[in-house]
């Protein structure tokens, strides 16, 4: 990670500028089909200003998802603040996934398995995600979505393992994305659901046709 606190305002600018070209790059292509002199000429700019910013691209690519799991949380206190309720967010999320895994080539997902550090970040997230997972299903409970008879670790075990299951196996490669949601992740949510919970559910799929 760069210390970017000597940075001058056209350095940092840049840096955004590269950050985003190059996410948009490696989800569109895949990230090893994206060499660095693809990320240059893309903005046009220079090989020798690139890497006067980025060493190589797995320092690179660690910082475009640093930037996008930090956009990801900003996004999560936006919704929080809005005061939705739990089913909302989750169906907001749902919205936001499908249209993200769409325009993500599948090789982006079998390619970034292959960057050490990016791995150690992911995990990092992984695990605060599990905290905040069990926080967010015990909220959903108070709400009247969710069951109270449930372990919500053990659930979140679940849940896990079944994120694990779809890419460790590579589903995203066969299925459209929201079939994986809808004939997957939805059908063991649907299983902690209360009846209010469900309905919502079915009402929002429902309205989709």
Known sequence: MQDKSNMSVYKQALRERILEASMNAFARKGIRAVRMDDIAKILGISKRTLYELYDNKELLLWECMQRYLEQKKENMKQMDAEC??????ILHIYRMKVEEWRNTNALFFSDIQKYPSVQALLRQDY???RKNFIGFMERGMKEGFFRKDLNWEVVA???????????VTRLYEHYDVEQLFQ?????ALRGVCTASGLQKLDEYFSALG
């Not at 004939?183 to 059908?187: I, S």
Request: hydrophobic share 60%; charged share 15%; no cysteine.
């Open 183 to 187: 004939n997957v992740l939805f059908v």
């Open 127 to 129: 695990e605060q995600n």
């Open 157 to 167: 075990v679940l849940f896990d393992a079944i994120t694990d299951s779809i890419m």
């Open 84 to 89: 939705m309720s739990v089913m909302d967010v």
